[in-house]
């Protein structure tokens, strides 16, 4: 009852960024040089293989992104609703969290610009088929929120952003401060995440805009170029410790939360080229497993796999041609060796999965998570 007569609401206002400088210890400046030699060394080694290695690691770093926020779905039930397929709420939630993440980053794929109009068009994509916040789907928030407390009121709560009609000023000015070009590539990452996630400008949603936020920063700065750093991986592992140092943040340290990213994306880059060598060697795995001659359609379908791994046996026709009974004797096979699962219990129009991709986005999070907490 108390939380219902709260009178009055203090609530945080971070200071602007637009201009900030940023001065890292050398330590730090360190950890965030070798940071992003990590990320490049990622991105330019494993050419051909790039294809394969984005769609897996934009989807680990979807996954885990979601994970932080305890939405939790197995494997098969993400991969089924990524593909269309009616499937649970929180496998659901990751696909939208995967197709904000893609538009952020191909908002700025040409070098252009972050502008606000970006961040609500991701949230648009994030939130339009959430049941509970449709209606707030890429707009801002027009009412005071707050993390922690009850339902009711922020009287116990661990943070209040700032007040509605200051929103959009804070997000003018952020997209400022990620827009320029005189600042270290992590250390710019990680504060324009930090404030995102302290202006929370949404009602719900904020945690993974402002994640794919910073994958939106490396890319416009050439960090990378066809990747995403699965990040998100290394903080799941230590929650606790990520909130911390968004808290830490907004007392006017700045230093912990860039050291900290760069620990966690040297982690995701370093366990994502073990995960690029692994799919190198799948397709010769595949082929001695399942045998086909060269141009059959069994051949045809292992081409394909890697940049595909979720996929129905019409979509397979179309993609390598032939006759459709050609494709489902292909499928057989593959199915037969190992190569392929069944990720529904339909008899017609079945949706298949690639084993080897679809466990390597389950070894790879949990890689990077345990490489974080050593």
């Not at 700025?108 to 994509?125: K, S, W, Y």
């Not at 370093?270 to 190198?280: D, F, G, M, W, Y």
């Amino acid at each position: 009852m108390e939380d219902r007569k709260l009178a009055e609401v203090v609530t945080l206002r971070p200071p602007l960024i637009a201009d900030l400088p940023v001065r890292l210890a050398s330590s730090v400046q360190a950890a965030a040089e070798d940071c992003i030699r990590e990320i490049s060394a990622l991105d330019h080694s494993h050419g051909p293989h790039l294809k394969g290695l984005e769609t897996l690691l934009l989807r680990t770093e979807s996954v885990a992104s979601s994970k932080i926020e305890r939405i939790e779905a197995s494997v098969n039930d993400f991969a089924r609703a990524l593909h269309g397929i009616r499937s649970n709420a929180s496998a659901t939630s990751m696909v939208a969290a995967t197709a904000a993440l893609v538009t952020m980053i191909n908002s700025v794929e040409a070098g252009g610009d972050i502008e606000v109009q970006h961040l609500l068009t991701a949230h648009r994509a994030l939130m339009a088929e959430d049941e509970h916040e449709r209606a707030y789907a890429g707009r801002l928030r027009d009412m005071q929120n707050w993390i922690g407390g009850s339902d009711h009121s922020p009287r116990t709560a661990l943070f209040v952003p700032p007040a509605a009609e200051t929103v959009v000023g804070y997000l003018e000015d952020l997209v400022t401060f990620a827009n320029r070009t005189d600042l270290p590539v992590l250390a710019q990452a990680a504060v324009a995440h930090a404030q995102f996630e302290s202006i929370h400008p949404f009602t719900d949603g904020n945690g993974r805009i402002g994640r794919a936020l910073i994958n939106a920063v490396l890319r416009r700065r050439g960090a990378t170029r066809q990747v995403v750093v699965p990040l998100a991986s290394a903080l799941v592992a230590r929650r606790d410790e990520y909130f911390g140092l968004l808290t830490a943040y907004r007392t006017g340290r700045i230093e912990p939360i860039i050291l900290a990213f760069s620990k966690a994306a040297t982690a995701a880059a370093r366990e994502s080229q073990v995960t690029a060598r692994r799919i190198l060697e799948m397709p010769e795995l595949w082929q001695m497993a399942v045998g086909g001659r060269r141009g059959s359609a069994v051949a045809r379908l292992l081409d394909g796999l890697v940049a595909a791994p979720v996929f129905s046996a019409e979509e397979a026709a179309e993609a390598i041609g032939g006759p459709l009974s050609s494709v489902y004797s292909a499928i057989e096979r593959l199915h037969g060796a190992g190569v392929i699962r069944p990720l529904t219990n339909r008899v017609r129009n079945q949706v298949w999965g690639v084993s080897d991709v679809l466990d390597e986005v389950e070894a790879l999070g949990a890689r990077i998570a345990a490489a974080a907490v050593n």
